[in-house]
């Protein structure tokens, strides 16, 4: 037997058999597609912030209240937004082009684009709307709803260690166009941790990814591609009707059941 499926036997004892509060469930090709433009939005958000603290160290006492990231005819941009007197406007922009530096600019003071700011508006009601698991820190991404005419903010728990994964505590909260909140979907139960594996103690055996359960929906989630390419290992997914799923690579195929 695959030694992960043997781990997710081990699942069954804490796995509830129904998920008590389930989600809007998304078809697979559009979990597939949201998560790996959350990793892709997550990785430019990461470079910008990298870059403009490189060339702007003062930056770090400007009061920046998030980012908003924007592709537009191949250019990819993230705008940081700062707040002061209790106003919103823009602080920094780092644009990335395919065969130079980032372009870093300025613009403390100016106007949000009208696109952004209702990007930015849609955040901040996705803030306000989640509850809060114990939670340490979020990263906040706002997409283009799949059906159009408004948003998806994910709100994903985040931590400042690299060997943990951080599998729960992440929120996805529909926005309409206007800036309502329509749903928020909690797409886990707890705030669940996980150590990934140790090189040096594993060095001598095989570490085939990293296992949890799932009980909110009858599939793996959009979170799941994200964390297996944050963490470039494989996530095996148990889930309440005890099939086993694995998320590698952008990909999610259900390998088995758990009976």
Sequence with gaps: ????????????????????????????PTIKALGKELYQRDQIASAATDALLAAKPEARSVPVRGWITHSENDVQRVYFIQERDSKISLAYSVTFYEKTAPKIEDHKGADLPEPVARRFTARQAALAAIPRFMTKKYNFEVLDAPTGGGFIVY????????NEVVAGGHYRVTVAADGKVQQVDALSRSFLV??????????????VGVTMSHVVSSTPVETHVFLSLLHKTPLYVLTPDKVIWKVSEGDIVKIGNAN
Excluded at 12 to 17: A, D, E, K, V
Excluded at 155 to 162: D, K, M, S, V
């Design 194 to 207: 996980l150590q990934k594996p140790d090189p040096g103690a594993t060095k001598d055996k095989e570490v």
């Design 1 to 28: 037997m695959h030694r992960a499926v043997v781990v997710i036997l081990l699942l069954l004892s804490t796995l509830t058999s129904r998920a008590e509060e389930s989600i809007q469930e998304l078809p697979l």
């Design 155 to 162: 709100a994903l728990a985040a931590t400042r260690n690299p």
